[in-house]
C-alpha cells in the first residue's frame, strides 16, 4: 500500500526509531486488521474513510503519543490490557518481574498482594496464574 510507504517516510522524518513498523501498525489498527493481513493486501487503494482514521493516528504518533495508546491496548505476557494515558504503559521490566515470580514459585501462593500497583498487570497476571489465589491491588487514582 503506497500509503504505507509515505507513513513510514513521514515518521522516519519526525525521528521515530522504527517507523515502517510504526506505520504497519497505524494502518493495521485503522483497517481493523492484523498485520500481517496488509501484506495480503498490499495492492488494495484505500477509500476516504479508511485514511481518515490512518491520519489521525499518524498525527497522534507524529507528536510522540505511545502507540500503545493510540491503539487502546498492549501486550503483557500471554495477554493484552486496555492502555490509555491514565495508566502508565506496563515496561518490559515488569514482564521479567512476573516471569521470575512464576520461575521462583514451586506451588501456588496462598495469597498475593501488589502494593503500589501501577497498572496492576502483575496482580492481573498472578490472578490468570493461580485463580484460586486471593489477591490484593490497592490502587487510589
Keep these: 500500500m ?3 510507504k509515505k507513513t513510514a517516510d513521514f515518521l522516519g522524518r519526525k525521528g521515530l526509531p522504527s517507523p515502517r513498523l510504526e506505520a504497519e501498525l497505524l494502518l493495521a489498527r ?3 486488521c492484523r498485520r500481517l493481513d ?3 493486501r498490499f495492492d488494495q487503494p484505500l477509500t ?3 485514511l481518515a482514521p490512518l491520519r489521525d493516528h499518524v498525527a497522534r504518533r507524529a507528536r510522540r503519543e505511545p502507540l500503545q495508546y493510540i491503539a487502546g491496548k498492549t501486550a503483557f505476557l ?3 490490557i486496555a492502555c490509555d494515558r491514565r495508566a502508565l504503559i506496563p515496561r518490559p521490566e515488569t514482564e521479567e518481574l512476573a516471569e521470575l515470580i512464576f520461575t521462583r514459585l514451586t506451588a501456588p501462593p496462598t495469597s498475593a498482594l501488589d502494593l503500589g500497583t501501577g497498572t496492576g498487570v502483575l496482580a492481573l497476571a498472578i490472578a490468570r496464574r493461580w485463580p484460586d489465589c ?3 491491588a490497592p490502587w487510589r487514582p
Design 30 to 32: 485503522a483497517l481493523a
Design 2 to 4: 503506497k500509503c504505507c
Design 38 to 40: 496488509l501484506y495480503l
Design 134 to 136: 486471593p489477591w490484593w
Design 48 to 50: 476516504e474513510a479508511q
Design 78 to 80: 500471554d495477554f493484552e
